[in-house]
């Protein structure tokens, strides 16, 4: 029988639903080949770049803050509600989502669907 040798203990688990994001404690999540269920699943583009947003390029992302309203542990990614640093929400499966984000950001961006 082998020995069993601690490495370290988890605190806390952080899923961030969209890259680039304010993210939010869980208490729980499905891990599986592809990760944790619903961490960093969704995007946005920048349209003008024509290239997936990060934070270096638009630091603006860091005052948005994204959560799933419902529970998303298992394979399915359900859609994301994004709180605008103005407060205001918007989900990812508005008609004006892509509109909303950005006038928010100040340049044309859309949401990317979840990774598979």
């Not at 020995?3 to 304010?22: C, D, F, N, Q, T």
């Not at 946005?44 to 270096?56: A, H």
């Not at 961006?109 to 990774?115: G, K, L, Q, T, W």
């Amino acid at each position: 029988m082998k020995e069993r040798i601690e490495v370290g203990r988890v605190k806390e688990l952080w899923r961030y639903p969209v890259k680039s994001m304010e993210g939010a404690r869980v208490t729980e999540s499905f891990i599986g080949k592809a990760g944790m269920s619903g961490d960093r699943h969704w995007a946005l583009k920048d349209e003008s770049l024509g290239e997936l947003s990060t934070v270096r390029k638009l630091p603006k992302l860091l005052k948005f803050k994204a959560r799933y309203p419902e529970a998303s542990n298992s394979d399915r990614v359900p859609p994301v509600t994004i709180e605008l640093p103005d407060g205001r929400t918007v989900n990812s499966t508005d008609d004006n989502v892509n509109a909303v984000l950005s006038e928010a950001i100040g340049k044309p961006v859309s949401r990317r669907a979840p990774r598979r």
